[in-house]
């Protein structure tokens, strides 16, 4: 029996963890007892001591790949082989833990491919193996390529001896299909006319680019000839313009200096376009032309582009903790799944809400405190002499639990406003958007409006019951007053008292405050439209600072209407009377009492509160048919390579699906799935010691 000798990847070094950090691009290793509880789990075989994992161990039951019962044994042994590095059909587990590794280089993806067509696991790839690998291919049955041609002459040499590196393997896998394109498009033109019919245009491009089609560009091919032939120029310019659409969505943002709703004309991107070498005029007609036929519109937007685009192969892995998909299709919404979506919403808003106002309360309460604090009343009346002084001498005199007085009835009322809140905003924002997934600004602040009229049935009771306990605190021989007290002594209706004055407050808040997140959220977005959930953080807590202090007046005046008044204080009748008096008694600066302290307060807590709520649709993910949050969409592979995620991929594996599944939508090496099943498995399969 042959000794196995594990082979681990000495020729491509791994990353060591420290620079394998968790970024948007890069995977954190596994550690290595972690991954060697995984390994053990999966492998079937055991031989003097050690334990192997088989193909079938690796692809089907680790990888969850080609998990129907007449799989292709082909395609499961060249999958395996890529760990497999001392190629004797076996993965020990040295070999699992240097592909894990591999896994979170940034060129994962082309040395995932690498060592595809690496059959011998020495580093180069030769001309038997680059042939063996696309002989099995679905593409090379459908339309075969010339091994024999002056393409693989000029690459592996006349006598095709010379052997291919990493470095060049990456050029060959790049000209690779482009040379297959050519060559099919001289199979269809044997006369040499240069021109194809458009029928055999749909062929060739549905057969060597399938890996580049989205559905809107598949159903237009014959529709974007316009019945004429198709000339040598323009399918090049075609699957050029397929190659390109990532630097498209470049010029696109530099054409409208990153606003990614904004409609340009041909001209405009024209003009963008002449930065770019790689894009052509008659690249751009082909543009405007495949998106006219799909939304029949002489300008476009970022959304035309994202609909005919490629998919990437990955993009964020994120790590969900459920996954469900409610309907099929956005068709299938019905007004049942609509509440089912609100609900879902006004879960996750409640959470948001209460850990958004737990982390700020001790700023609220000294905002409170300052702005009730009054001048001119009484000898003594002003205690502190601003917030950092209200901060120490709660702490001094009520302790550090001080500062959270009046947090339980605080996060009683904060859940369903923050719920309310979030959600109208939504399904507003939802009724409002287009079919192109565009809204406009009015619509935006209509939206954030609603939201904050809204919450104010939560809000206002919630308020002065908060307020009443913060500032209870500043008597020091008053007894100690209860949220339930606060509740009996005011009734149903007083616990409405200030309402209007809620309203002047919340509605401009909210119609100020959506806005300008969703805007500053779209300008910290990458390259690609996500959202690192620091971005979110710091989008929330930015459009906090505007909203927050330009309605400070109205808090104000709600907090002065709603606090009792003590002996030789002003009392308010109304909102009116309440903006009258202050003027007269103490001049315009007090309506911006406490302003420093409601932005530090709201600012932080509004970043919290949605990155919160934004981060638990990540994690728990829904699919109602409706819009996503934007910048947080993964965009998954749209390829026969499916697994479910489990929770034994870790480190680098959790990138290990995607990047199989870009080996197949980059390179379009697709591998037959179907075959030969389970009964012509690989040798040793069953556990042998």
């Known amino acids: 029996m042959p000794m196995h000798i594990p082979d681990p990847l000495n020729w491509i070094p791994a990353p060591p963890a420290a620079q394998c950090l968790e970024t948007p691009s890069f995977l954190k290793r596994a550690g290595t007892d972690k991954l060697r509880e995984v390994f053990l789990k999966y492998a079937s075989l055991q031989r003097d001591g050690e334990h192997y994992m088989t193909s079938e161990d690796f692809v089907r039951r680790f990888l969850g790949l080609f998990s129907e019962a007449a799989f292709n044994d082909d395609s499961v042994r060249l999958l395996a082989g890529i760990a497999d590095t001392s190629k004797d059909g076996l993965i020990s587990f040295s070999e699992f833990q240097a592909f894990e590794g591999l896994l979170c280089t940034p060129d994962a993806l082309y040395r995932t491919a690498f060592q595809l067509f690496d059959r011998q696991g020495n580093g180069n790839v030769s001309y038997a193996d680059f042939a063996e690998v696309v002989q099995k291919t679905e593409l090379h049955s459908k339309i075969p390529f010339s091994l024999d041609g002056p393409f693989i002459k000029r690459y592996f040499g006349d006598k095709k001896q010379r052997l291919i590196n990493y470095a060049e393997f990456t050029q060959l896998l790049h000209d690779f299909h482009e040379e297959h394109a050519m060559e099919a498009f001289r199979s269809k033109d044997p006369a040499g006319t240069g021109f194809i019919s458009p029928l055999d245009f749909q062929d060739i491009i549905v057969k060597v680019k399938r890996h580049l089609l989205t559905p809107d560009v598949k159903d237009n091919l014959v529709a974007v000839t316009e019945g004429h032939k198709v000339s040598f120029p323009y399918f090049i310019a075609f699957t050029s313009l397929l190659n390109n659409m990532e630097l498209i969505k470049q010029v696109y943002l530099q054409a409208t200096q990153g606003n990614r709703s904004e409609p340009v004309t041909k001209d405009q991107l024209l003009y963008a376009a002449q930065t770019m070498s790689q894009i052509t005029p008659l690249e751009i007609d082909i543009l405007f032309q495949l998106t006219g036929t799909v939304q029949q519109t002489g300008r476009i937007d970022y959304s035309d582009l994202s609909n005919i685009a490629p998919e990437h192969y990955t993009k964020h892995i994120t790590h969900r903790l459920a996954e469900i998909k409610a309907v099929e299709s956005p068709a299938d919404r019905s007004a049942f799944i609509q509440v089912l979506e609100s609900s879902y919403r006004f879960t996750l808003g409640s959470f948001a809400g209460a850990v958004g106002a737990t982390v700020v309360y001790p700023i609220d309460l000294v905002k409170t405190r300052m702005q009730n604090q009054r001048a001119g009343s009484y000898i003594g009346e002003v205690a502190y002499r601003n917030s950092w002084d209200c901060f120490k001498k709660v702490i001094r005199h009520e302790g550090a639990l001080g500062l959270y007085r009046g947090l339980l009835p605080q996060l009683m009322g904060v859940a369903p406003e923050k719920a309310i809140k979030l959600t109208v905003n939504d399904l507003v924002r939802d009724k409002l958007t287009d079919n192109r997934g565009n809204i406009p600004l009015w619509s935006e602040i209509l939206a954030g409006g609603c939201a904050g009229a809204s919450q104010v049935v939560f809000t206002n009771p919630l308020e002065i019951v908060k307020i009443r306990l913060q500032v209870a605190g500043e008597i020091a021989s008053g007894n100690k007053i209860r949220a339930w007290s606060v509740v009996r002594e005011l009734g149903l209706f007083g616990l409405y008292k200030g309402a209007r004055a809620c309203l002047l407050r919340d509605v401009p808040f909210s119609a100020i405050y959506f806005p300008t997140y969703a805007h500053t959220k779209a300008m910290m977005a990458d390259k690609n439209g996500y959202n690192h959930p620091l971005t979110l953080l710091a989008a929330g807590a930015i459009a906090g600072v505007p909203a927050a202090s330009l309605v400070t ?39 911006w009492k406490g302003t420093a302290a409601r932005v530090f307060r709201s600012s932080p807590q509004f970043g919290v509160t949605l990155v919160t709520y934004e981060l638990m649709q990540r994690l728990f993910y829904v699919d109602f048919g409706g819009t996503q949050p934007r910048g947080s969409e993964l965009l998954k592979p749209a390829t026969s390579l499916e697994s479910a995620a489990t929770q034994d991929h870790i480190g680098g594996y959790k990138a290990a699906v995607p990047l199989l599944a870009g080996v197949e939508s980059k390179f379009g090496l697709y591998l037959p799935r179907f075959g030969r099943g389970a009964a012509a498995a690989t040798p040793g399969t069953t556990t042998a010691s």
């Open 553 to 591: 007046p109205a808090d104000v005046i709600k907090t002065r209407l709603q606090v009792v008044a003590r002996s030789g204080q002003t009392t308010y009748t109304g909102v009116w009377d309440a903006t009258k008096k202050i003027m007269a008694e103490e001049g315009p600066r007090a309506f």
